[in-house]
Every structure is written in C-alpha cells, then in structure tokens.
C-alpha cells in the first residue's frame, strides 16, 4: 500500500468514528474518486475495520475500541507481511467448526483471525487479549470470554498473571491459534515477555489441539520465553516462504505444516 493511499486510509477510518457515511461524502472530504475511495473500503473490510453497505461503509467495532487501532506500534505490526497473515488466518478460521471453544492468544494473527469469527455464530471464543475481546464486542451471535488479569506493557494488550491463568483454568479448547514471535523445530514456540508465555502455556494445557499460526519470517527465530516444545504443536499454519529444510525439520517433530 502506498504511503498516498495508507494515508487516505488512515482519514477514513477518522471520518467513520462519527457514524456511517457514504462514498460520496468521503470523495468529497478526501478529494478523491469514488474508485479509489471504494478500492479503499474493499481494503479496510478485508482487514475487518469496516463494513460496506449500499453505497458508503461504516466501522465494525465499537466506537470505545478506535484507540486502540491508531496504536503505532501494533499497526507497524499489522502490517508487517500483512498480505501472507491475512491468508494464515483465512486457512486457521475455516478450520473452526460451529460449537466450538477456541483460545485466540494475543498477537496480529490472531486478530485477524477474530475479524474473520465477526459474521460466524455459535463459537465460543476465549482470549486474554483487550483488543480481540474488543474486536468481538459486538458480534453478538459469538460467545466471547475476556479472562482478567494485568496489562504491564504497552501495545502488547495481553493479560497476565494469576487471574488470566485461573480463568483459563475452568476451560477445556477444542483448539487454540497460538501467535509467535519464534518458532523452531528444536526450540518449539516461543516468545519475547515470560509472563505471558507463562498464559499461553496454560491454554497449551487446556487445548484439545494446537496451532501455530506464524509468517515465514518467524521461522527458525528463537525468542527468550518458551511456550511450549514442538512436540505439543500439532499444527503449523504459515505462508509459502517455508524452506524445505524447515518443513522437514517439523515433520520429525511430528508438527503437520500447512503453507498458504
């Protein structure tokens, strides 16, 4: 996306916090065609910021949560390999079946992964990430447990500690989409914080099934907190920037790759 066009975007997405609008008004704000403005739109809603109605959009979530998506750092990540994230989370959400209860660990997969549950119904969802639970807010055909805990650093959104843990512990998952910032046949799953690798390793415990879902570029990259071996993954859901080497190397773990 051009810097012209992210901008463009950007403005959007502040005209929408005051109410649906149409494309006429944002052509007319933003000095821009209606093809552009709707080529805008297809993108936001692809990412699951808006939605399209009959001519104009408006936001999906909750004004409460706009905050949060103006955060830089995590929008930097967002974007990071953005189009290769939003085909892992394509592929992880339609494995999910009605009925189900999955955890969703915090990360940028994994919120994509919750904007693709935002017109699904009868799934219930448990996170200990404010900014997915937000996401969820109001899709009122899901089943959405926020676990408690501590916020201790910014632009993470993750809970941790005893409550997040406890809460955690009165769940059985049918399966869990675990993000990383590392992942390593050897070394398994692992992460930069010790405290919150220490809740993801309970929703390991809890989980019938678990996933990986990482681009490529944390492929081989090993972080300072261990979440789980790669003997407890069962599945790892990347992008076609795998090496041969690494697939191999999983499936001696007994770790199934699905590359998208």
Known sequence: MSSKTDKRAKEILRLL???????????????????????????????????RTHGGAMLTGNAVYEPFRFDASFHVREDRFAAEKQRIAHTAAALVKENETIGLAPGTTTTLIARQFLHR????????????????????ALDTTLTGGAMRWAGAFSLVGPAAIETLNMFVLDRLFLS??????EHGATIIEPEEAAVSRVMVRQAREVVVVADSSK???VSPAVICPSRDIDLL???????EEAVTSFAASDVKVLAV
């Open 219 to 221: 492929i081989g990259m």
């Open 121 to 140: 119904r009868g799934i219930h969802i448990i996170t200990n990430a404010v900014n997915i639970g937000m996401e969820l807010s109001s899709a009122t």
């Open 180 to 185: 990383v910032t590392g992942v390593d046949a």
């Open 237 to 243: 859901i990347t992008d076609d920037g795998i090496s």
């Open 17 to 51: 916090r005051h109410g649906k609008t149409s494309v006429e008004a944002l052509t007319a704000e933003l000095t821009a065609s209606p093809a552009s403005i709707r080529r805008d739109l297809a993108r936001l809603e692809q990412r699951g910021l808006v939605y």
